[in-house]
Each structure stands twice: as C-alpha cells, then as structure tokens.
C-alpha cells in the first residue's frame, strides 16, 4: 500500500510534525482540569507515550524523505530520539512554570523516550508506504 504522492512529500511531514509540536506546547500551557470520576493509576504516562509515539512517527516520516537516498537507520533512529528526547524535556521544564502545573517529571520523560523509540520501530516497519518507488 503507498500514500497518494502529495502525502509522500517532507515538506507536508515536516508541518505535521510542528503542528504536533504546537498542539504539545498549547496542552502544556493550561492546568490539566480532567475529572472522570475514576482514578487510573498512570495514566499520565500512557499519555505522554502514546502522544510521543504519534510525533516519533511524524518526525522520522520527514527525517526518512529528506534522506532516504542515502539512509542510514541508526543515525535516523539517533537523530529522532535527540530530538524527541529534547522536545520532552523542553515539555517537562515548561510544565514546570505553569502554575497548577508540575514539570520536571523524569517519569513523564522516560515515557516520552519510550513513546519516541516505539513510534520509531513502527515507522521502521511502515516507512515504505512513503516511499517513491
């Protein structure tokens, strides 16, 4: 199975993967002001990797078009895990000026690099559904 050709092109892969970034930072602003009545231990951090894995995918989508002539996959995995492993610390220390807020969080770290290593292995797997042959 191949995307249509416009959804094959960096550029587009690239504003998903800033819009992913937008959307983390704008979450991050406001105090979380979720009440189901349950508590589900954890649930932060399924969270933070399930949304981590979406932007893991998103950032190797582009970092695979822009470079999949000459690609190597283990600096492609170390340049997507430096990024992603940043953007949740970046994330995390933000948090951690938001008032209601708590950052810092070396659990919600972890489970962002998880998140990140795991989206990645499934790009791996999917990456030719992008590719131009």
């Known amino acids: 199975m191949k995307l249509p050709s416009p959804l ?3 550029l587009l892969w690239l504003v998903f993967f800033c819009a992913w970034f937008g959307i983390l930072w704008r979450l ?5 002001e979720i ?3 349950w508590e589900i231990p954890h649930l932060d951090k ?3 990797f399930g949304y981590f894995f979406g932007g893991s995918g998103l950032l190797s989508a582009f970092l695979y078009r822009i ?3 000459h690609l190597d996959w283990a600096k492609l995995l170390a340049c ?3 990024i992603m ?3 949740g610390a970046l994330d ?3 948090q951690s000026w938001i008032p209601q807020r708590s950052g810092n969080d070396a659990l919600d770290l972890c489970a962002d690099v998880l998140g990140s290593l795991a989206g990645f292995t499934v790009f791996r797997r999917m990456h030719r559904w992008i590719d131009d042959n």
């Open 46 to 48: 399924a969270c933070h």
């Open 35 to 37: 009440n189901t009545g």
């Open 67 to 69: 470079s999949h002539r």
């Open 8 to 10: 094959r092109h960096a």
């Open 80 to 82: 997507v895990m430096l």
């Open 85 to 87: 492993t940043l953007a």
């Open 92 to 94: 995390e220390w933000h």
């Open 28 to 32: 991050s602003s406001g105090p979380v």
